[in-house]
């Protein structure tokens, strides 16, 4: 299945000069959503990992499937103040703007490989921050895995060194 097909382009969004690649049309027709997970899935086979470590919200939508599936714990991380427990974050910033992310400090343990999953990687602000979070907590990160990767923001260039995956290249 050609996801590519699928996605919709909404210009201008969230602010003037982006255009959002929308991938709600992926999770309204099943088939489309199993062949993404599907997909997703088949770019990890061969990597040996303990957790799925997921921002919110859309690396929710893909990385607690993705977790279930393959038994492995999840693991959120949140924009700053949504977390209960105590928390570790990072200040990063976006393509649009800056943000805060947290994760619970007793999320990883010391010597555990994660794989990140999110929907889009642009500017790679977001999985830096995630990378830099979970290695102070002592995890490895094993591979980042994608649903798209918006090339001319050059994200995968912040990430040199890991393993960096995507099902759409625009």
């Known amino acids: 299945m050609d996801l590519k097909t699928i996605i919709r382009d909404i210009h201008d969004f969230p602010k003037e000069g982006i255009v959002f ?7 309204q027709d099943p088939a489309a959503l ?5 997909q997703m899935q088949d770019k ?3 990597i040996d990992f303990d957790l799925v470590v ?3 919200s859309r690396g929710f939508i893909f990385g607690v499937p993705m977790a279930y599936n393959m038994n492995k714990g999840f693991i959120p991380v949140r924009k700053a103040g949504k977390l209960p ?4 974050k990072k200040e990063y910033d976006l393509e ?6 947290e994760i619970h400090v007793d999320a990883i343990k010391p010597g555990q490989k994660v794989i990140i999953v999110d929907d889009l990687l642009a500017t790679g602000g977001t999985s830096k921050a995630m ?8 995890g490895e990160v094993v591979a980042m895995l994608y649903l798209i990767e918006l090339e001319f923001l050059k994200g995968r260039d912040v990430l040199q060194g890991y393993k960096v995956e995507s099902l759409m290249k625009y």
Request: aromatic share 6%; glycine share 12%; proline share 6%.
């Open 34 to 38: 199993r062949a993404s997970m599907d």
């Open 54 to 56: 997921g921002p919110e």
């Open 85 to 88: 427990f105590q928390t570790s």
């Open 44 to 46: 990890l086979e061969g």
């Open 21 to 27: 690649k929308d991938i709600t049309p992926i999770l």
């Open 131 to 138: 990378v830099e979070l979970i290695e102070e907590m002592g």
């Open 96 to 101: 649009y703007g800056s943000a805060v992310i």
